[in-house]
């Protein structure tokens, strides 16, 4: 610039003295100085040469020094201020001059960069401070050119490097837990494509070769072309790690049974819901309950009940499935929800669950549960299938000698035996004798059971029949048949009057009857 400005003035000086010159010349020739001899003018003119000489070399110096030398003393003095710095150092000016305005013009402007300077700094000062005391990271995303640039608190929260980095979305991506990966491109996809802000966006990024930490982001378009196409996306990324370790724990206490282990009643409606929710048929549903667990309190105390249970827990566990969900439903029940599961595999798991407690041994004997189930299906009503299972197992736990329900069937059976020449061992025969054609016609376990149970309170009318007929030792008389015959009847009207019995009331009345149409009633 300095060599610029001498060129100039010394081109300015020049053009000067060549037109006062011309000028001059044409002075000399004129008639005011016509009379004059030819050496005369020369002397003239080169005496008029010499002091425009020194006029010009003055003016030029006058110039430079007055104009061009503050200019450059200016410039040179804007050229090294520091705008990084909080205090901007005022330009120096001297006399009172056009020079001297512009520079105290150039401060008062320096005056308002400094303040604005200082609030810019302070700002991202306190924005610093806020991003690493909220444990904030930032993020920049060039759509275009698939490029994310982070700060050094989104590189610390990943282990990726104590400074900015710039990395292509792959190597992101190749940082994100397999299982998220193609949830987190159709949430960003969204987001680019509809230009939906990226809201509390989850997900677990690697931070150590098989360790994840969990990460929230957020973000939006902060910029676009001329035809409104999306060209960047800016946000910021949060450690959650430790609000999920606290969500987990928290869950954990919500859907867990503290002495089993196992899930709780809270974590079996959840899993209800989801698969109401997301169609998920059909699964079967299993319903366990102790035997005589409050007969045990009441005998050894609550502790030794409370390893019963831990037993039965341990079995059940043992007997699912891992894709299983067990549950302690409360007290002395579980429940347990088999995924697309049927019949067979209902039938299995059950079965696996009677060989673990006969081969349980814990004092006062083997441990004893009643077990049902029932197949959940899209056009039954879940609830339903809830019942079908706990009805089963009520009917299982008629038939365990450890069962207050099995109270009302031991005593039936006791007056049968006392009225009639029924004996318990016959009884037991044709029990098992039921079970196994139920086996053979390969009847489920429900089936099997309300078939055995038929088997035992099929003749419990015969109380009601007066003790002359039931122990005649000869031929009845038409009218004591006709007697005895009711006994089918009073059966049912026994059955039907109890919740446990009601089901095989029907197979009671009409067990006298023939295909063909005939016996009775």
Request: proline share 3%; with cysteine.
């Amino acid at each position: 610039m300095q060599q610029r400005l001498k060129a100039k003035l010394i081109s300015i000086v020049v053009v000067i003295v060549l037109s006062a010159f011309v000028v001059f010349y044409f002075v000399l020739e004129s008639s005011f100085l016509g009379s004059l001899s030819a050496p005369e003018k020369a002397d003239i003119l080169m005496v008029f040469m010499v002091i425009m000489l020194i006029a010009a070399s003055t003016g030029f110096f006058l110039v430079r020094k007055l104009t061009v030398d503050p200019i450059l003393h200016l410039r040179e003095e804007i050229k090294n201020l520091d705008f990084n710095d909080l205090t901007v150092q005022p330009l120096s000016y001297e006399g009172e001059n056009e020079i001297s305005d512009l520079t105290r013009e150039i401060n008062r402007m320096l005056l308002k960069i400094e303040a604005a300077n200082k609030d810019l700094i302070n700002g991202k000062r306190q924005l610093q401070l806020v991003i690493e005391g909220a444990n904030i990271g930032f993020w920049d995303y060039d759509i275009a050119k698939k490029s994310l640039l982070i700060n050094s608190k989104s590189g610390e929260m990943a282990k990726l490097t104590t400074g900015e980095r710039q990395m292509t979305v792959k190597e992101f991506l190749q940082r994100i837990h397999p299982n998220e990966v193609e949830r987190i491109l159709k949430t960003a996809r969204d987001c680019i494509q509809n230009g939906q802000e990226l809201d509390n966006l989850e997900f677990r990024l690697q931070v150590l070769p098989g360790e994840y930490k969990w990460i929230m982001v957020r973000g939006s378009i902060v910029e676009r072309d001329e035809s409104g196409q999306p060209l960047r996306m800016t946000g910021i990324s949060v450690d959650i790690n430790k609000r999920k370790s606290a969500e987990n724990e928290l869950r954990r206490l919500n859907y867990y049974d503290i002495l089993t282990g196992l899930y709780n009643r809270g974590y079996f409606e959840y899993v209800l819901a989801q698969k109401r929710a997301n169609n998920d048929f059909p699964f079967a549903i299993i319903v366990c309950d102790i035997n005589g667990l409050k007969i045990i309190n009441d005998t050894f105390g609550h502790t030794f009940g409370d390893q019963i249970i831990l037993a039965a827990a341990e079995v059940l566990r043992k007997s699912c499935r891992k894709k299983d969900v067990v549950c302690r439903w409360g007290g002395d029940e579980f429940a347990i929800i088999l995924n697309n599961a049927d019949n067979e595999i209902a039938e299995e798991i059950c079965a696996r669950i009677k060989v673990g407690c006969a081969v349980k041994q814990m004092e006062p004997g083997a441990l004893s549960m009643a077990v049902g189930y029932s197949i959940a299906t899209p056009t039954k009503d879940i609830r339903i299938t809830i019942s079908e299972a706990e009805e089963r197992m009520y009917r299982h736990k008629l038939f365990e000698d450890q069962s207050p329900r099995s109270s009302l069937l031991t005593s039936l059976q006791r007056t049968l035996e006392e009225k009639s020449h029924e004996t318990q061992e016959h009884t037991w025969r044709l029990r098992e004798l039921c079970a196994k054609m139920g086996k053979r016609l390969h009847m489920d376990r429900a089936g099997i059971d309300e078939l055995m149970l038929f088997a035992m309170m099929h003749d419990i009318g015969k109380i009601g029949i007066p003790d002359e007929i039931l122990n005649k030792p000869g031929e009845l008389t038409e009218e004591e048949w006709e007697l005895m015959k009711t006994h089918t009847v009073i059966g049912y009207r026994i059955a039907s009057a109890s919740p446990q019995l009601r089901h095989i009331a029907y197979p009671i009345l009409t067990h006298h009857e023939h295909y063909d149409g005939g016996g009775y009633p």
